[in-house]
């Protein structure tokens, strides 16, 4: 590898390690490190040859996930590459050695000591430089011929290339515009109840997202905003749909459903966010508020529908800087 190259996957690490601390994972341990294999004739790069090397880590988070009601331990490899480096052969690299590195995570000493609770999921974070050759189609391609071998204990691998790490930094600046706002006095995210536990959960909001949410159509989140008049201060409760599928009328009413599940129609405002203008959408989108309005009406309903439309990220914004250690 040259330095160049060097470079830029240290670079690249750095980023995935900022957007996942943007949306609230906790980081544990340091970047870049090594843990022993413990598996090495299973690991071993040839049939009758053993593991020489240890595996590396680019990073380890965790978060507490409301469905499963328990911290899960991801192992993030970070990737950056040319898109004629991204194949159905490179991504089946990098998910087997994301796989035999989970497989030791799980056994080390290290990786437990530094709170790494229930280490079976990872997360590929491939970002193609070749921003004008990213083609999310052919990805899909290449995810639907990679093959998995069984394994006695279930391990979960998120695999997410420039599509969803765009609109996660989408959705990272206009959080930061909420934190930059005096309005808003509170925002997190929601996890609706019964969404997989059959009615073993309860609705409960959090700070963070879980990787189910943000490998989803949809995300939910509550808020409050701080209305000042003649009459005082007081608060207006607000429910989002960020809405990550093409807003056809016929899928606006699918998520609505939802919507009315979940128990989000009880504040003042349902605030549907869209990525990017959707311009191909706009007159499925007004159809949609057309008949909610009318709706509304007959049912003296006063909650507010409104659409914000997030910005469309081509790269990776550069003050996505790491933090500095000490």
């Known amino acids: 590898m040259s330095e160049q190259q060097q470079y830029e996957g240290d670079r690249w690490t750095k980023q995935s390690i900022s957007i996942l601390e943007q ?16 598996k090495k004739p299973k690991h071993g790069t040839g049939k009758s040859q053993e593991r020489k090397n240890d595996h590396g880590i680019d990073s380890i988070f965790s978060y507490f996930d409301p469905f499963l009601k328990e911290n899960v331990g991801v192992i993030v490899e970070s990737k950056k590459r040319v898109w004629s480096g991204v194949n159905t052969s490179t991504i089946q690299g990098f998910v087997e050695q994301l796989l035999m590195t989970i497989e030791c995570a799980a056994l080390s000493e290290d990786i437990q000591s530094l709170g790494g609770e229930n280490v079976n999921t990872g997360l590929l974070m491939i970002w193609c430089s070749s921003l004008n050759d990213y083609n999310s189609a052919k990805i899909d391609e290449y995810l639907s011929n990679i093959k998995l071998t069984n394994r006695k204990t279930p391990i979960t691998i998120y695999i997410a290339t420039n599509r969803e790490i765009l609109r996660w930094c989408s959705l990272i600046e206009y959080l930061n515009s909420i934190k930059e706002s005096s309005k808003v006095s509170s925002f997190e995210f929601f996890y609706p109840s019964d969404y997989f536990g059959n009615g073993q959960t309860m609705g409960i909001s959090k700070p963070h997202l879980s990787l189910i949410q943000m490998f989803s159509n949809y995300i939910f989140a509550r808020s409050k905003e701080e209305v000042r008049d003649k009459d005082g201060v007081r608060y207006r409760d607000v429910n989002h749909v960020f809405f990550y599928t093409n807003p056809t009328k016929q899928e606006l009413t699918f998520m609505y459903q939802l919507v009315q599940k979940f128990q989000l129609e009880s504040g003042h405002e349902l605030r549907i966010h869209f990525h990017g203008e959707q311009s191909k959408y706009r007159s499925h989108i007004e159809a949609f508020l057309r008949g909610k309005k009318e709706e509304f009406r007959k049912n003296d309903s006063y909650l507010e529908i409104t659409f914000n439309y997030l910005t469309e990220l081509k790269d990776v914004p550069e003050k996505y800087k790491f933090r500095e250690e000490v």
């Open 23 to 38: 949306l609230n994972w906790n980081q544990l341990g340091s970047a870049n490190f090594d843990i022993p294999c413990f």
